[in-house]
């Protein structure tokens, strides 16, 4: 399992050849605050690097979901239409928003590495 980041807190799991999960940092969900919607991709979507999938809105404020690759989008968790609050209480888990069958396996490998993350997160 190799998790990558974006420069936009989203996160990306390959768990297998055939998709990747994508969600929002511990960070992005520090940020928000108590998230109490999510508007999710519709699944059979292609998207490209950079697209606008979803998004995240909380007490606080709204903030778009990126798409960190461009792909198909092939399942969305739907619990989080039920309880959004899964993101904040597990946004690297079970609070995952989409799947995403990768396309261009090169953009996945130009993404950060945890200690890459981690050193963007000591700028902010």
């Known amino acids: 399992m190799t ?10 799991n390959i768990e297998d050849h055939e998709a990747a999960a994508v969600g929002i940092t511990m ?3 520090d940020a928000l605050g108590d ?10 979507r292609t998207y490209r690097k950079g697209d606008v999938a979803g998004v995240v809105e909380s007490v606080k404020a709204a903030a778009d979901i ?4 461009e792909g198909e989008v092939v ?14 209480r ?11 069958h990768v396309t261009q396996m090169g953009q996945f490998d130009e993404l ?3 200690p890459a993350y981690d050193a963007l997160l000591k700028t902010l």
């Open 35 to 44: 998230v109490v919607f999510v508007e999710l991709p519709e699944v059979g």
């Open 3 to 12: 998790t990558k980041f974006t420069a936009e807190h989203e996160w990306i």
């Open 90 to 100: 597990d946004p690297m888990g079970e609070g995952w928003l989409f799947k995403v």
């Open 66 to 69: 990126y798409m960190p690759v």
């Open 75 to 88: 399942e969305v968790n739907t619990a989080l239409k039920d309880d959004p609050s899964l993101l904040n």
């Open 112 to 114: 950060m590495d945890p």
């Open 27 to 29: 960070h992005a969900q």
